[in-house]
């Protein structure tokens, strides 16, 4: 009996996977979101910080995305809104920006796992760190892992802003102007 419970496990198993990687080998579009958490590319200082409030430097991202299968590699443009927190001596600031990563990404057992990375290029809505005048486009780079089921994934990236931004009130707080975003991204995305 055991044995019987076993096998049907094992073959359930196998036609979920298959299911799996069949869904997710095909090319198409969807939708994403997530959290993301902003170090300002402090996350060794902030790593204190962090234990006392978790939720002061946590934002969000919204977005599409089109996804090209190549084989065992693919091409997944992203076009998505974020909104970064940022707590500078307990003053909370925002920062909202267009993103638009161009990610080379490569299948792994099947499609179920992949990882990726690719630029990004960012346009700056509002920046709460800087005053009117200030560069509104700027570019860096992503790279992660992510798990796919049928038409739901999910993935753990890691982002950072490849030109440092000179910030007044940086300055003024803590006495350094170069000032460079970057964060994790924890994403779940659903593919018509």
Same mark, same amino acid.
């Given at each position: 009996m055991k044995t019987a419970i076993?096998?049907?496990?094992?073959?359930? $198993?196998?036609?979920?996977?298959?299911?799996?990687?069949?869904?997710?080998?095909?090319?198409?579009?969807?939708?994403k979101g997530g959290m993301n958490y902003n170090s300002n590319g402090q996350y060794f200082k902030d790593a204190e910080a962090i234990w006392g409030n978790?939720?002061?430097? *946590?934002?969000?991202? %919204?977005? %599409?995305?089109?996804?090209?299968?190549?084989?065992?590699l693919y091409l997944r443009p992203e076009l998505g809104y974020t909104n970064?927190?940022?707590?500078v001596n307990n003053v909370q600031l925002t920062t909202e920006r267009l993103d638009a990563p161009v990610l080379v990404g490569l299948n792994l057992l099947g499609s179920v796992v992949s990882v990726f990375a690719g630029p990004s290029f960012h346009y700056y809505l509002q920046d709460g760190l800087r005053d009117f005048d200030y560069e509104k486009y700027n570019a860096g780079y992503q790279f992660g892992i992510g798990l796919n089921f049928n038409s739901v994934g999910l993935d753990l990236?890691?982002?950072?802003?490849?030109?440092?931004?000179?910030?007044?009130?940086?300055?003024?707080?803590? $006495?350094?102007?170069?000032?460079?975003?970057?964060?994790?991204?924890?994403g *779940?995305?659903?593919?018509?």
């Open positions: 076993k096998s049907m496990f094992l073959i359930v $198993g196998m036609l979920f996977c298959f299911d799996t990687v069949n869904a997710q080998m095909g090319s198409g579009f969807g939708v978790p939720w002061n430097n *946590l934002g969000y991202n %919204v977005g %599409v995305f089109g996804k090209l299968n190549l084989g065992p970064l927190k940022s707590e990236r890691y982002e950072r802003v490849m030109q440092g931004q000179t910030v007044m009130i940086d300055d003024v707080f803590t $006495g350094t102007g170069d000032f460079r975003f970057q964060q994790l991204l924890l *779940l995305s659903f593919k018509f």
